[in-house]
Each structure stands twice: as C-alpha cells, then as structure tokens.
C-alpha cells in the first residue's frame, strides 16, 4: 500500500502536471481475481457495484468500450440527427429521465441486484432504477416510458435483457444520437470471471436505423465502491439560470 | 504515512477510475472554442449534485473585482476522486481553467483547477461530449 501511493505521488510530481488527468492510465484498479459467482438456483449472479465506461458517443470506440462509427441512419433518422441542437432542449440537464441507453452510458456506477424472478439496475445517476422480471414473463403493455419495457431470459450462462415501449422523449446518448417510439434494446450480460461483465447492447429501430447495430463494453466489479445519493434537482444552476433550456415535447 | 500523503494519492488512484460527469450535453451550455483562465479568490464553494459550482473574485485589467462562477463535477464523482467538502475554502488563492458558457455570462466549466499548494487538479468537467463536427 505504501509503495502505491509513493509511486503515484513521486510521478505526479516529477511531472509536475494536472494530476488526475495524466494519473489516467498510471494507475489501473484491478478488482479481486475469482471464478464467476452463481446464484443458489445455479444462475449466474450479477450482483455487485460496477464501474462503467462513460459512452458519451455511441459512434466511439475507447477503453473498455467499443462502438460504431458509422451509423446507418434511415433518412428520417438521418434528419433527426441533423437537426438535433441540445442548446434548444437539453432533456438530462433539466432532470428529466435519461432513458435506459444514456443512464448505461453514464460514468457513475451502477448496482446490480438479482434473484431468480428480478434483475434491478440500481444507477447513481440521479438516483434512478430499473427492475427488470427474467422469470418468462411476457412483456407489459401500456403507457410508453422513459425506460421503455424490459423482460429478461436467460441464454446458457448469458442474460438476454429485451426493452419496447420507449416514449421516444430519449436520445441514445449525450451527443444526441437519434432513436424512434419503434426503438428495440437487447442488451446481453455475460459475467466471465469475478471481476468483469461482458456487455453487449443491441440497437434495433426501423424507424431510425436501416438494421441493428451494437456496442460492447466490459463493467468492472468495484467492491471498495458504495453507491451515493444524487440528487438531480438540488442544484441544477444551470437550467435555473437559462442556460439549459427543457425540451418542447408534444403533448 | 501521514494524512496529506494519502490525500494526495487517493486524488491520484482515484482520478484514474473516474474522470467525468454525465449529467448534461456540455455542448448545450458552453463553448468549448473559448478557453478562459481565472485566477482569483475562492468565495464561495457549493458541495451539492448535479455539480459543484465553485464562486471566486478576479480582477478584471482595470483592477476591479469580478465575481465569476465555475461548475465542476458531481460531488459523488470528486469524492471518489479524493475531493471533500474542505478541498476549496473561502480566500484560497486559486487558478482555474475552464471554458467559457455560451451565454455571455462570467460563468465557465472547470477542467482543472490549481490549489494553493500548487497542485493542478481536476475538476470533474461534463466535457466528455464534444461539439459534433459540423453537420453537412
């Protein structure tokens, strides 16, 4: 432990630079080493505090995430992604939910908690939630959400996770990519050792997209990580002084 | 080891893991084109989500005082980056650079921020996202 935390202060200030930003790449968290936890039932268990990489670009590639450069918009979605100027609505800025995609993409953690009926996203982000049933239920009908719908099956040793029923008030990330009320998720967990998920999400929307498309990323286990409260609304300066404007959604 | 010592590798370790907010599009509120560099007197530091906003006095070239603003990033990000509520004090001396907001106001996004020790440190900017290159 002492040996750590020399190295990373004689580096940093040898250099003589902005720490943290150059600290980036010295130091890596390796989380514990072990073979992939199941559950009593014999499924694998996805239970823990994961840290993921932040996907402010879905066309981007980096570290522990890999994307798509060039994504083949329908003309209509080539249109919506042209026009798309979050400076006239930025729906995260003002509070609002941020959809399934954008809440997976984001840098805060998110805790997984699993049984043999539920798996429930828990992401700091704004403090939201997602519980998804993985007992063969079908899906829901009814009102179109911020999160869409989710049912979840297993694969073998993978959790497939399959979401409709999307309000269509979402982008798929920060940048602004598009998506229609026709937006289909699969995202497939697979859980290779202790310490890793193996992510894969699948975007499927007629509409925007003339065929699917994926990224992958991996999460790591974070044990020396709790999740935090977070308050979206306690501060947000920046939509109360106008410089985020809320979308105009039609009603 | 003493206190400062951890302090300072606990910033280190922890910047490494998490470096940015997602909270909003960067692009909507500020100019990434327009780099600004405060060096002023902290006045006022607000430990709360979705940001912390750092308040600081600069003396304009004329010598009068401004009051400036800076969003940083989610205090649950900076605390896992090694930040606590003491790391910015009303009267510390500090320079911060940051980018200016879009709408003329003597507010700016913190990239990092200089301390009164001397260390550079970052501030947990939303610059994650870029402006899009120019749509055709």
């Known amino acids: 432990m002492k040996k750590y935390f020399a190295v990373s202060l004689v580096a940093a200030l040898a250099m003589g630079v902005v720490v943290p930003l150059l600290a980036a790449g010295q130091q890596e968290f390796r989380p514990p080493a072990g073979p992939t936890p199941r559950t009593p039932s014999g499924k694998v268990d996805f239970s823990g505090v994961w840290q993921k990489p932040y996907v402010p670009d879905m066309t981007k590639s980096g570290k522990d995430q890999q994307g798509l450069a060039e994504l083949p918009f329908t003309p209509w979605g080539e249109a919506e992604w042209k026009k798309y100027d979050a400076a006239e609505g930025d729906y995260t800025g003002a509070c609002l939910p941020f959809g399934m995609t954008r809440s997976v993409n984001t840098p805060e953690p998110m805790q997984i908690m699993q049984s043999d009926r539920y798996f429930a996203f828990l992401f700091e982000q704004n403090s939201w939630f997602a519980v998804v049933p993985i007992d063969g239920r079908p899906h829901r009908t009814g009102i179109p959400t911020w999160f869409g719908d989710s049912v979840g099956h297993w694969e073998g040793d993978t959790l497939v996770l399959d979401t409709s029923n999307f309000n269509g008030k979402t982008r798929l990330d920060t940048i602004g990519h598009p998506h229609s009320t026709e937006l289909h998720l699969i995202q497939r967990f697979s859980r290779p050792d202790l310490g890793h998920i193996s992510y894969e999400i699948t975007v499927d929307d007629p509409k925007t997209f003339t065929r699917p498309w994926k990224n992958t990323r991996t999460f790591t286990l974070r044990p020396d990580w709790e999740m935090m409260e977070y308050s979206c609304e306690e501060n947000n300066k920046s939509l109360w002084e106008g410089r985020i404007k809320v979308p105009k959604y039609p009603k | ?136």
């Open chain 2, 1 to 136: 080891m003493n206190t400062q010592f951890l302090m300072i590798g606990a910033l280190l370790v922890g910047a490494a893991a998490q470096p940015l907010s997602g909270h909003h599009s960067f692009a909507a509120e500020f100019d990434a084109s327009k780099p600004v560099t405060l060096k002023g007197t902290v006045t006022k530091l607000e430990w709360a989500n979705p940001h912390i906003w750092v308040y600081l006095d600069v003396k304009d070239e004329q010598g009068s005082l401004q009051h400036w603003q800076c969003e940083g990033g989610p205090p649950n990000t900076l605390t896992r980056n090694g930040w606590t509520t003491n790391s910015l004090k009303p009267s510390d001396q500090v320079t911060i650079d940051g980018v200016l907001a879009k709408d003329g106001s003597k507010t700016c996004n913190a990239r990092t921020v200089k301390l009164p020790d001397g260390r550079s440190v970052f501030a947990g900017s939303s610059g994650g996202d870029n402006p899009p290159p120019p749509k055709p």
